[in-house]
């Protein structure tokens, strides 16, 4: 018995085995985490998902692939990052006002633009996830105002 009561210590690792659908679920959920250039480490990402298919072998796609339970999860990044980088604060604005957006879609945004870890993100709700970036937005802007003042208070100086 173990100290804290119930069944023997030594059979606990036979009670459940994680299984090679499992154990390459939590691969690529893991990649996710690092899958951003500026935040993350791409080349681990990449590794992990490598390593996620391998173990599934060539007959299941990624695409296919889904936990043992049927839960659905994150699908691999799509390739947003370059245009999402680029928005400027009325195009951030315009894509949260489109309800049609995914939560993925919006944590890509989040990362892309503003660099917010993803793994906070994906445990948010979908609002959370565009009432963070609107404050990511609000930030941005305000630093750009400081900015500005602090060049139009320098120019004025006869120093």
């Known amino acids: 018995m173990?100290?804290?009561?119930?069944k023997?210590?030594?059979?606990?690792?036979?009670?459940?085995?994680?299984?090679?659908?499992?154990?390459a679920l939590f691969?690529?959920?893991?990649?996710?985490?690092?899958?951003?250039p500026r935040t993350g480490n791409p080349a681990l990402s990449e590794a992990l998902l490598e390593l996620a298919d391998s173990l599934l072998g060539p007959s299941r796609s990624t695409e296919d692939s889904r936990s043992a339970?049927?839960?659905?999860?994150?699908?691999?990044r799509q390739n947003y990052s370059p245009r999402l980088q680029k928005l400027d604060a009325a195009s951030v604005?315009?894509?949260?006002?489109?309800?049609?957006?995914?939560k993925p879609e919006l944590i890509e945004l989040a990362a892309a633009r503003f660099s917010i870890p993803r793994a906070r993100l994906m445990k948010m709700r979908t609002s959370d996830v565009r009432d963070a970036i609107r404050a990511a937005l609000l930030h941005e802007d305000s630093l750009t105002i400081i900015t500005e003042q602090a060049q139009r208070s320098g120019a004025n100086r006869n120093s």
């Open 8 to 23: 023997p210590s030594s059979n606990r690792r036979d009670e459940r085995k994680v299984s090679k659908e499992e154990l």
């Open 2 to 6: 173990n100290p804290v009561g119930g």
């Open 27 to 36: 691969l690529r959920r893991f990649a996710l985490i690092y899958e951003n």
């Open 69 to 76: 339970d049927g839960k659905g999860h994150y699908p691999r």
């Open 93 to 102: 604005a315009e894509f949260l006002s489109d309800e049609t957006k995914t």
